[in-house]
């Protein structure tokens, strides 16, 4: 927005916004502190007060942050599968994650206490999937928001005894719009009342053919709590990653996703970070969102400490010097001097938006009064 606060101009101009006022006021304009004003007004005030103007732009700030051209062939290699469990209330979703995870997760040296970092790794027949433990809606409704794909598979849970229900078309059609294809779980095949059948018949008025109705979406009939046929599902998600062709650029700097993230008392902000390019590294400088910060160490979901994380690997990385948020995208950067370029450029912009929001609501506030 081009726009700024009297306050916001004065701090980067380093003059006393009681002196902005005042040359305001002398043009006729009788403002406040926190009053906005447009780019060009505040362009002439600076100018006025001695200062060279120089519009920054969104282009010279973001420009290269994150690599849009097509990777060489030769430079990339295979990468594990990104997977989210979605699906109705109840259906299993949360029981499967920890089934898989106690059933499969790659054993720490330490002997593995495993710990909840929104994210961890399985491993089957010496390939690793990493599986998304964060509720999949949640997950998608970032990734649609931020333009963050962060998921190469969805996992549909439908419970056998219970069968398609609101949530699942919800799934339904977010795993459809982000093209990201599915692997059916019809879940809870243990109980007497389990009617696999009923549930292939119902998906197909999504439009969701299952193999064994002649269509190609891959179906596995598991127990999450006996913890049935969970091998299968996952010899089944590496077939569908194998099909995908999951490919990334370990030697270059990283890229990923902020999964989740949190103050945490004793070791300041905590951020899950799940790379998607290259491979982070402890005393990387990276931004995510309008935080910034430098790896001062990285665990994984054993709470072992890991100097480097490769494509598709997440990591609880510490060092950011504030919190991001979940959907945020990670960029590292060359130096100090440029995180800080674009954290700032971008909290401005945050501060601006919410400036012109509450200037928006308090105009419509003030025709609601005439
Ligand atoms: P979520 O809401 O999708 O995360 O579902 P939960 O994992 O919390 O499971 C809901 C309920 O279903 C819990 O009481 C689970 O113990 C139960 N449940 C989950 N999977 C199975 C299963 O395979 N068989 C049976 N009998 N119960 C299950
Ligand atoms: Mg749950």
């Not at 701090?11 to 304009?29: F, S």
């Not at 060009?40 to 010279?60: N, Y």
Request: hydrophobic share 40%; proline share 4%; glycine share 8%.
């Amino acid at each position: 927005p081009e726009a700024i606060t009297i306050q916001d101009l004065a701090n980067r101009m380093a003059e006393r916004a009681v002196d902005v006022i005042k040359l305001l006021m002398k043009q006729g304009q009788m403002l406040k502190i926190n009053d906005v004003i447009d780019a060009d007004t505040a362009e002439l005030i600076a100018e006025e007060m001695g200062h060279t103007v120089k519009r920054v732009s969104e282009a010279d700030v973001e420009d290269g942050l994150f690599s849009d051209e097509v990777e060489a062939d030769e430079l990339l290699q295979p990468r594990p599968p990104v997977v989210t469990i979605m699906g109705h209330v109840d259906h299993g979703k949360t029981s499967l994650l920890d089934a898989l995870r106690r059933s499969n997760v790659v054993s720490g040296e330490s002997g593995g206490i495993t710990q909840h970092i929104g994210a961890y790794q399985v491993e089957q027949g010496g390939h690793k999937i990493t599986f998304i433990d964060t509720p999949g809606h949640a997950a998608f409704t970032q990734m649609r928001a931020r333009g963050a794909k962060s998921t190469d598979i969805v996992i549909l849970v439908v419970a056998a005894d219970d069968g398609v229900m609101p949530q699942t078309r919800e799934a339904i059609s977010h795993a459809k719009a982000a093209g990201v294809p599915m692997i059916v779980a019809i879940n809870k095949m243990d109980k007497p009342a389990a009617d696999p059948t009923r549930v292939r018949t119902e998906l197909l008025q999504d439009e969701i053919v299952v193999e064994s109705m002649g269509g190609d979406v891959i179906e596995v009939e598991v127990s999450a709590l006996k913890g049935t046929n969970l091998d299968k599902l996952l010899e089944m998600i590496l077939l569908q990653a194998e099909v995908l062709e999951l490919k990334a650029n370990p030697d270059r700097t990283a890229e990923g996703t902020v999964i989740e993230a949190q103050l945490d008392k004793g070791r300041g902000p905590v951020a899950t970070v799940l790379v998607q390019k290259g491979t982070l590294k402890v005393g990387d400088i990276l931004v995510a969102g309008s935080e910034w910060g430098r790896v001062r160490a990285m665990l994984d979901e054993n709470s072992e400490q890991v100097k480097e994380a490769g494509p598709s690997k997440p990591v609880e990385v510490l060092g950011f010097q504030g919190t991001p948020e979940a959907g945020d995208m990670v960029a590292v950067v060359e130096n100090e001097a440029r995180a800080r370029e674009i954290v700032d450029y971008r909290q401005r912009q945050k501060r601006e938006k919410a400036t012109l929001r509450d200037i928006g609501s308090r105009g419509s506030l003030e025709q609601m009064m005439n």
